[in-house]
């Protein structure tokens, strides 16, 4: 099938209930430079970029972050550069997880994904307490203020998401090693996990809402 115009493309991207997709002219761009990206640089096809990639996670997250603009999810924290990656991590994980790890869905370090930083798991981690918020976040997010993104405070949020997970990992492994058990687990499944939590109880998570940022990145 072919998608020519942005109209066509906001009738399918618009919600259950009719509504049209926020920054739906960004969204379009990024749909439509990311086919052209694909025709003039990968032969028309993003099996290219996955072969290239070698079965290495981090050199198709290179492939995708210097050739696809949309996927460039990063803020300046501090004066240092910190790189999320949500969407083109998840990228990653969905092709090794429908291709059941075979054939291009194969990566040799597939565990070195980090958990894909948005708004949902954070509000999750707090609602569980392995995050807490300070008072001054803790306003922002009652007063349903808008978080700019790249501003501090929400790169705060998703790096600590990012900690948080990776400690949850650690925990696991330890508890297993202390009932003389091993174990396999991974941030991106801790995420899917706690994201599949969320949904289930959302009358728990909802007494402290989610951070509102507008963007294209996740």
Not at 48 to 60: I, P, Q
Not at 184 to 205: F, H, K, Q
């Amino acid at each position: 099938a072919v998608v020519s115009t942005q109209s066509t493309g906001a009738t399918i991207l618009r919600s259950d209930t009719g509504g049209e997709i926020p920054l739906l002219e960004e969204r379009w761009k990024a749909v439509t430079t990311a086919g052209h990206t694909l025709v003039t640089k990968f032969f028309g096809s993003f099996s290219v970029c996955v072969s290239r990639a070698e079965k290495d996670v981090h050199k198709l997250l290179d492939i995708i972050v210097d050739n696809f603009d949309s996927y460039r999810d990063m803020c300046l924290y501090h004066g240092r550069t910190v790189s999320f990656l949500k969407r083109a991590q998840i990228l990653v994980s969905d092709i090794w997880t429908c291709l059941d790890g075979r054939g291009l869905g194969e990566f040799h370090n597939i565990d070195q994904l980090t958990m894909f930083a948005d708004y949902r798991v954070p509000q999750a981690l707090v609602a569980l307490n392995v995050l807490r918020y300070n008072e001054e976040v803790r306003e922002v997010l009652k007063g349903r203020e808008a978080m700019p993104q790249g501003s501090e405070m929400e790169c705060e949020i998703r790096g600590m998401s990012i900690v948080a997970c990776d400690e949850l990992c650690e925990r696991v492994r330890e508890v297993a090693r202390e009932r003389g058990e091993e174990v396999v687990v991974s941030a991106p499944v801790v995420d899917y996990c706690i994201w599949l939590w969320a949904r289930e109880n959302r009358d728990l998570i909802e007494e402290l809402p989610f951070h509102r940022t507008r963007t294209i990145y996740y």
